[in-house]
């Protein structure tokens, strides 16, 4: 793979855990790379290694071997303030169990990343643009009129579409979604699954994993993972 093909590349990556007196291999050498514009699914079985797998491609945890780089730097060489910043700028992550604070509103939720990136005295000086920001997000997603609200009275799908929305406070330039119809019916799944493909198209890169190849097929390319390695990768529906 051309480093510069790729605005994310995994090489080799390999984690185990320890398990009593063994070892749990996770991930077994594994080779990814994602292209700026991509909209990227991961199916596999639960244990299967994809939420592990994302969660290292994001910098959420360290690989055992192997390296993540993106846009060329290899995020292992990051001092623990650029890993950081580069989790709270570069990259937006979607949960599927949403993770956002009952003590706050829906706008104070979805401007919180924009909150915690600057020092006290920046914010007094941002605070109110960052709100504008917000506000124009739940406007895209249909929100803008549950801003007062708490998470826990809205329903599945509103908390979804919020998390999106703060995912997407700061503009980042890669969105990481972690089974993020998981805890949805269908019908509200796939309407979450519209919001990524509008998403899409207008640009962001998105790498999303799931369980349910119904809902890879959504993506522009789908990559199967078994057992910690990739053994199929393929166009979704969006590309035919």
Same mark, same amino acid.
């Given at each position: 793979?051309?480093?510069?093909?790729?605005? =994310?590349?995994? &090489?080799?990556?390999?984690?185990?855990?320890?398990?009593?007196?063994?070892?749990?291999?996770?991930?077994?050498?594994?080779? =990814?790379?994602?292209?700026?514009?991509?909209?990227?699914?991961?199916?596999?079985?639960? /244990?299967?290694?994809?939420?592990?797998? =994302?969660?290292?491609? /994001?910098?959420?945890?360290?690989?055992?071997? /192997?390296?993540?780089?993106? !846009?060329?730097?290899?995020?292992?060489?990051? /001092?623990?303030?650029?890993?950081?910043?580069?989790?709270?700028?570069?990259?937006?992550?979607?949960?599927?169990?949403?993770?956002?604070?009952? !003590?706050?509103?829906?706008?104070?939720?979805?401007?919180?990343?924009?909150?915690?990136?600057?020092?006290?005295?920046?914010?007094?000086? @941002?605070?109110?643009?960052?709100?504008?920001?917000?506000?124009?997000?739940?406007? @895209?997603?249909?929100?803008?009129?549950?801003?007062?609200?708490?998470?826990?009275?809205?329903?599945?799908?509103?908390?979804?579409?919020?998390?999106?929305?703060?995912?997407?406070?700061?503009?980042?330039?890669?969105?990481?979604? &972690?089974?993020?119809?998981?805890?949805? &019916?269908?019908?509200?799944?796939?309407?979450? =699954?519209?919001?990524?493909?509008?998403?899409?198209?207008?640009?962001?890169?998105?790498?999303?994993?799931?369980?349910?190849?119904?809902?890879?097929?959504?993506?522009?390319?789908?990559?199967?993972?078994?057992?910690?390695?990739?053994?199929?990768?393929?166009?979704?529906?969006?590309?035919?």
């Amino acid at each position: 793979m051309s480093e510069n093909e790729f605005i =994310l590349q995994a &090489d080799g990556l390999c984690k185990s855990y320890r398990m009593g007196a063994g070892r749990l291999h996770v991930l077994r050498e594994v080779e =990814l790379g994602v292209r700026s514009g991509e909209f990227v699914a991961i199916v596999g079985a639960s /244990g299967s290694g994809k939420s592990t797998l =994302l969660h290292i491609l /994001g910098a959420l945890d360290r690989a055992d071997g /192997g390296t993540v780089r993106f !846009e060329g730097r290899d995020l292992s060489r990051l /001092g623990a303030g650029e890993l950081n910043r580069f989790r709270n700028k570069t990259v937006g992550f979607v949960f599927q169990f949403y993770h956002l604070l009952d !003590e706050l509103d829906v706008l104070e939720n979805v401007y919180l990343p924009a909150m915690i990136a600057e020092p006290v005295a920046g914010w007094v000086v @941002r605070r109110k643009q960052a709100k504008a920001r917000a506000r124009e997000l739940l406007e @895209r997603l249909g929100l803008v009129d549950r801003a007062a609200h708490k998470p826990y009275e809205l329903s599945g799908g509103e908390r979804q579409r919020t998390a999106i929305a703060r995912a997407l406070m700061n503009k980042p330039r890669l969105l990481l979604a &972690d089974e993020p119809t998981g805890n949805l &019916d269908s019908a509200t799944g796939n309407g979450i =699954l519209d919001v990524f493909e509008e998403l899409n198209r207008s640009g962001q890169t998105i790498v999303m994993v799931t369980h349910d190849e119904r809902v890879a097929r959504r993506a522009g390319r789908v990559i199967k993972l078994a057992d910690g390695r990739i053994v199929q990768s393929e166009a979704g529906a969006s590309q035919g």
